[in-house]
């Protein structure tokens, strides 16, 4: 069983900056790739970012390429989302998620285990 849990959510003012941590328990996580979600009121849940099992490899949607950025750090069971230049339509609940590909791919459906969210609030 893996748990995660997202925190540092808030209110951040458009072009300010935010860094988002998703903490895993369990013992799998060093082996998972893992990804970050989010979803707006009335929309669905879209990818965001993902990052391959060690680290190596990062992926983005283009709506937050060359904004965001992903880490981990396998030591902390933890990932990370640095979100910079932050824009109002980033405004969403934010998800972290436990891929069951060994190469992470941007369908939610890849992904067995996910956080509770953390609600980001992005003012213009």
């Known amino acids: 069983q893996v748990r995660l849990v997202e925190s540092g959510g808030g209110l951040v003012q458009a072009g300010g900056s935010l860094r988002l941590s998703c903490a895993a328990s369990g013992r799998i996580f060093s082996s998972r790739a893992m990804g970050w979600f989010r979803q707006s009121p009335g929309k669905e849940r879209e990818f965001v970012s993902a990052i391959t099992w060690e680290g190596s490899r990062t992926y983005y949607a283009d709506s937050v390429k060359d904004r965001f950025t992903i880490s981990r750090d396998n030591a902390k069971s933890t990932v990370y989302l640095q979100m910079g230049s932050p824009k109002p339509e980033d405004t969403a609940v934010y998800y972290c998620?436990?891929?069951?590909?060994?190469?992470?791919?941007?369908?939610?459906?890849?992904?067995?285990?996910w956080g509770q969210g953390t609600q980001v609030t992005v003012s213009s």
């Open positions: 998620a436990a891929s069951i590909l060994f190469l992470p791919d941007t369908e939610a459906k890849s992904y067995d285990y």
